[in-house]
């Protein structure tokens, strides 16, 4: 099963705005040596729409070789095209991935049943195991929960990122998935204990960039059954997961990087560093934490 957390990777670029391999190299150490359970780099996080098909082939090569199969590798097709999301699927598979994320299709806005034909051609044809992305606000359309009970079937489609924040939506596809080993696990760094209070996989979180160790111990505190812990350190930064999405993802994360003194570098167009009076709350919030 896909279980634990998994890091929505950033990407850092230098000045120039190349890929910073060496500032990306540090930060799957930091992360790797914290414990995740897995990177999920070339999401949203990933800036991946603003990377060549080089820059994503170097990116994927990196975290396989400083992962070093102490935690698993998932990165994201961030595709709504079929061919180059099977293609990608077949690169991440061909560099040793140990599955291969597919964002739900955006921009097109397919139907439900246009949904279930996309996943499930790429399922057929991924030799690592699928998981879903579900994220309606960026996608324009919703995997809805009669579409997971198709997509659960296929022996392929092993989990899903869902980005949707309402909790009868989780809880309604953990009821369909029961009795199999699909995963559930949350896209929000907020729903992180919520999710695996009521019997949720985990999280794909933008925070263990920078607070690995701290997704990394909600998680292990939730599978102990530990909730009353958790919940206090959830409690305790759930003021900074919020910022962590202020703006646009990942701007804020990557001015936290930047305040912390960790890899980050610029932003690619059309994104913009984050401004001015949002920084200073972000700054605010890591001190209150001991992170700068």
Known sequence: ?????????????????SLDEEGLRTLVRHQVAAGLDGLAPLGVTGES???????????????VVEAGGRCKVAPDTCSCNIDQTLARSALYADLGCDYVIVFAPF?????QAGLVEFYQRVADASRIPVVLHNVPDRAGVNIEPQTYAKLIRHGNIVATKDGKKELDHLAHILYLGRGTSFSVLTGKDTIAYPLMSFGGHGVFA????????????????????????????????????????????????????????????????????????NREKLKRLLQERGLV
């Open 49 to 63: 729409p603003a990377l060549s098909e080089a820059e994503i082939r170097r990116v994927v090569e990196i975290c």
């Open 1 to 17: 099963m896909v279980t634990g957390v998994y890091s929505l990777l950033m990407t850092p670029f230098n000045k120039d705005m």
């Open 107 to 111: 921009l097109v806005k397919p139907t």
């Open 206 to 277: 933008v925070a263990a960039n920078i607070v690995p160790g701290v997704m990394r111990e909600i998680v292990d505190l939730c599978r102990k059954g530990e909730f009353d812990k958790a919940r206090e350190i959830h409690y305790t930064y759930y003021e900074l997961f919020e910022a962590l999405r202020m703006e646009t993802n990942p701007m804020a994360v990557k001015a936290a990087l930047e305040l912390m003194g960790l890899p980050g570098g610029p932003l690619r167009l059309p994104l913009t560093p984050l401004s001015e009076p």
